[in-house]
Structure formats: structure tokens, C-alpha cells
């Protein structure tokens, strides 16, 4: 009896021992496998990518990148200037895609920043705030002055200026800040010679420049309305495209609605009515009329045209309001 609980007592240990030894087994194997995922996870989180040159590895932040099309890297310096010769092709193609990308990419219509009701593109019904530097809708001035029966802006309750001087003041003073509105109002001032400011071309389309690389669509418009017709500049009609292209792709459908005419005239039917259905599913009326056109010449299909339609009346609904319709019925905005 004493020799069988003696044999138990031992199998007894050694099964716990067993146990002991597969728990500390199983629980390595988990350390391993543990380890290699982080590996992996690791090697993952490292974006690792092939000098377009001498073909060598390495992490992408570190390498160099083609600055123009963006889509090749190298391992340094050197292997950028010596393989551009032979990626000079392909950059420009690529360049010319990305272009054409953003050329035609749909941009949303700016909101007035009170009652957050989008602007309606190319119609004038907003103005533009010299004491805070807002553009804010006319049918938020009505509001405003229908409220409190006081001349003050709705958005920072700033009285207007009491003399052009001021007004001046206050549009410099935005100008330092680099508002590129700013700088689109006082080229427009020295473009029509107003407000005690001389007429002056040149003056005005540097300053709409500047406005432009401020992100001013407008003043990017209004720059290559210079050149096209050759107001205080020669009459360049690339760059008054260059200009309109670039106004178009900050949501300027003016400038689209220019560009459709131009690629009209050239015979470029395609591009012409692409342009056009993009101003008028933002709802411009002219980029709508644009459409009606291709439609009857059999450039643009039922479909198409049935599309842009709604799209057109539907973003004509969302830009109108009751404060809106008031103050274009009773001209209470300055």
C-alpha cells in the first residue's frame, strides 16, 4: 500500500512537472510569436522605397523627391541630378496629369461665416468687411440691420468708416496681416482710380498677384482678365489662361466659365463643356447656358445634361435664404 502511494506521490510529481514544462514551453513559443509580430508591425510602420537611380532601399522620409511630380525618390542628391535627363520625360507627362487633376477636381463654394449658407458663385451677393477682414452675405447685413436698426457689421459689430481714410487704414492695417481680400480691394481701387487712390494698371495687377498667392480666386481672375485684354500689361493670352486656371481651381466659375470659351474657340469641345458642367453643378447660370449649347449640338448627352440640370437646381436651392431674398429685394447691403 506504501509502495503504491509512494509511486503515486512520484507520478504525481513528475505530471506537475510535466505541466510546469509545457505552461513555460507554450508560454515562449507566445514570446516568439509576440516578437515577430512586433517585427513585423515594425518593418510595416517603415515606409521603405527604391532610389529611382542605382535602384538602392531606403526609408522614404530620408530620400530626395522629384519636386515636380512628386512621384520618384532618390537616395541622394547626387542620384537626382544625374538621373533627370532620363526621368525629364516622364516628370512632364506626370506633371501635366496632376494638372489636369486639379484643374477639373469640383471644389465646394465658400460659406458666409454667420449663417454658414454658401455663396452663390459669380452673383455678387456678398460684401467684403474692411474692419474685420470678413465676406460676409448680403442677406446677413439685411439681417443685421433689420435686428438692431444699427449700420454695423454683423460679424464683429464694428461701425463703418467714417471717412475713405479710414477705410483705407483699416484695409492696410489687414494687409500686414496678409488678408489676400485686402489686397484684391486696394488693386481694384488703384485699377478704377477710387477712393483718393491715382489709377494705376501696373500697381493694381501686382497687387492682385499678391492677393492670388493669398488665395484670392478673384484677384487671380481679375489678373488674368489684365491679360487678356491688356490692361497695364501686354496682351498674353497664356498667361491669361495660366491666371483663369488658377482662379478656377480656388472655385472662381468665372474664370471656369472663361476657360470653357477659350477651349470653345479652340475646337476643344470636350474641355469646353467639362468646364461648363462644373461651373453650373455649382450653379452658375452662364456655365449652365454653356451646357444647354453642347447639349443641342450633340457634345453633351441626354444624360449629362439631365445630371448637371439637377445638380445645377440643387445647389441653387442650398445658396438661397429668406435674408437673402430680402436684401436682394430691398437693397439694405453696402
Known amino acids: ?128 468687411k474692411s474692419c474685420c477682414g470678413k465676406i460676409i452675405c448680403n442677406g446677413c447685413i439685411h439681417a443685421m440691420k433689420m435686428s438692431e436698426g444699427k449700420d454695423l457689421c454683423a460679424f464683429c459689430r464694428t461701425p463703418p468708416s467714417s471717412s475713405d481714410e479710414e477705410d483705407l487704414s483699416r484695409v492696410r492695417r489687414l494687409m500686414d496681416k496678409g488678408n489676400g481680400e485686402a489686397f484684391c480691394l486696394l488693386a481694384g481701387l488703384y485699377s478704377r482710380g477710387r477712393m483718393g487712390i491715382p489709377q494705376d494698371y501696373q500697381k493694381a495687377n501686382e497687387l492682385y498677384l499678391r492677393a492670388g498667392e493669398l488665395g484670392c480666386d478673384e484677384a487671380y481672375y481679375n489678373l488674368g482678365h489684365s491679360y487678356h485684354t491688356g490692361t497695364g500689361v501686354e496682351v498674353d493670352k497664356k498667361k491669361a489662361i495660366h491666371y483663369y486656371e488658377l482662379a478656377a481651381m480656388n472655385g472662381n466659375m468665372n474664370a471656369r466659365h472663361n476657360l470653357g470659351a477659350v477651349e470653345a474657340m479652340a475646337r476643344n469641345n470636350e474641355r469646353a463643356m467639362r468646364h461648363c458642367i462644373i461651373a453650373a453643378r455649382a450653379g452658375h447660370e452662364k456655365g449652365l447656358d454653356g451646357v444647354k449649347i453642347g447639349y443641342n449640338h450633340g457634345i453633351v448627352t441626354k444624360d449629362e445634361y439631365a445630371t448637371t440640370l439637377r445638380a445645377y437646381h440643387e445647389r441653387q436651392k442650398e445658396m438661397k435664404s429668406d435674408a437673402r431674398g430680402k436684401a436682394e429685394t430691398l437693397g439694405t447691403f453696402s
Not at 505552461?23 to 513559443?29: A, G, P, Y
Open 1 to 128: 500500500m506504501s509502495t503504491t502511494d509512494d509511486n503515486n506521490d512520484q507520478c504525481d510529481g513528475d505530471s506537475e512537472e510535466i505541466t510546469s514544462s509545457n505552461k513555460e514551453c507554450t508560454s515562449c513559443e507566445q514570446n516568439n510569436v509576440d516578437n515577430i509580430s512586433e517585427g513585423i508591425d515594425i518593418v510595416a510602420m517603415v515606409d521603405t522605397s527604391t532610389c529611382a537611380n542605382c535602384g538602392k532601399e531606403g526609408i522614404s522620409d530620408n530620400m530626395n523627391i522629384c519636386n515636380k511630380c512628386k512621384s520618384v525618390k532618390y537616395c541622394n542628391a547626387a542620384c537626382k541630378k544625374k538621373h533627370r535627363t532620363k526621368h525629364k520625360k516622364a516628370c512632364e507627362k506626370r506633371v501635366a496629369e496632376l494638372h489636369e487633376e486639379q484643374l477639373f477636381k469640383e471644389i465646394e463654394p465658400e460659406e458666409c461665416p454667420l449663417c454658414l449658407v454658401p455663396f452663390i458663385n459669380g452673383n455678387k451677393t456678398e460684401s467684403f
